[in-house]
């Protein structure tokens, strides 16, 4: 078998670093192909695995290897705690796109829309592959598979479809886009169909958002509160989704 320290340098350029035990063990459980993951401990990371991921075990202890922690810290910018990290393949951009299209969609599209916050794009990441949302998708120039996205979504984004389209190219169905102005959403039944869209952190929705929404949409403040955090917004709109939602998609 290859050093796993050459068969890291000779993907690191186009793959996608999992960084730590978590990113790994989502990345994995969510059909990620791994073609090499490194621990500074494999004893240590199997009784990891023991514990917290058992489904896991026999794929851990034939795709872990161990390397010198002076080894393992060229490989990432920051060292992660758990001492583990790999490489994973990057989903085709074609297959995510089959993904967002696909129907009858049974889940919601997340869209955030122009999106300035790395951690808030992880953060929302998370969230979508939480309540089972079909993608994620970003408009404007925010990469959704940087390197701090990925480090914010532990490994989710090969738990949905993320990409980043622009607005004339979000995938079909009703756009709900949330806004402190809208209506309160309390009203309104989202449909599985559904495509929620959430303004950038700074200046919120886009002119070109809007004019594409078929439903503006609030979430409820007390008077004097201008607005919520933006991955807040998407978990308590996906938790409407999910608790009084669900009605059947549109016929396509
Ligand atoms: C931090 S807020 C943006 C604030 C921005 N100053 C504005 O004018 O909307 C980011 C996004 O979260 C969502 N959001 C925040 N609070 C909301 C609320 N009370 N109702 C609906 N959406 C909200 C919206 O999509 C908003 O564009």
């Not at 089972?132 to 940087?146: E, F, I």
């Amino acid at each position: 078998m290859t050093d796993p320290l050459i068969r890291w340098r000779e993907r690191a350029g186009d793959a996608v670093l999992l960084d730590g035990f978590h990113a790994l063990k989502h990345a994995l459980r969510f059909g990620a192909e791994v073609p090499v993951a490194v621990t500074t401990d494999r004893k240590a990371t199997l009784a990891l695995a023991d514990e917290l991921a058992g489904d896991l075990a026999d794929t851990l202890d034939a795709l872990l290897t161990e390397v010198p922690a002076t080894a393992y810290a060229t490989l990432v910018p920051r060292p992660h705690p758990t001492g583990v990290a790999a490489l994973a393949v990057r989903p085709a951009r074609e297959t995510n796109l089959r993904a967002l299209a696909r129907t009858p969609r049974t889940a919601p599209v997340v869209v955030l829309d122009e999106p300035r916050n790395l951690g808030n794009a992880g953060a929302v990441i998370r969230l979508a592959a939480g309540f089972g949302a079909t993608g994620v998708v970003t408009t404007g120039t925010l990469d959704p598979w940087h390197p701090t996205v990925v480090r914010g979504g532990a490994g989710l984004h090969f738990a949905t479809a993320v990409e980043r389209l622009g607005v004339d190219e979000l995938p079909a169905g009703p756009l709900f886009a949330l806004d402190p102005e809208g209506e309160d959403i309390r009203g309104t039944v989202l449909p599985d169909d559904a495509v929620l869209a959430f303004g950038s952190e700074r200046s919120g929705l886009s002119a070109a958002l809007r004019a594409r929404a078929d439903h503006l949409l609030a979430l409820p403040m007390r008077p004097q509160v201008s607005s919520y955090n933006l991955a807040t917004s998407v978990a308590m709109t996906l938790y409407h989704w999910s608790a009084f939602g669900g009605a059947a998609p549109a016929e396509s």
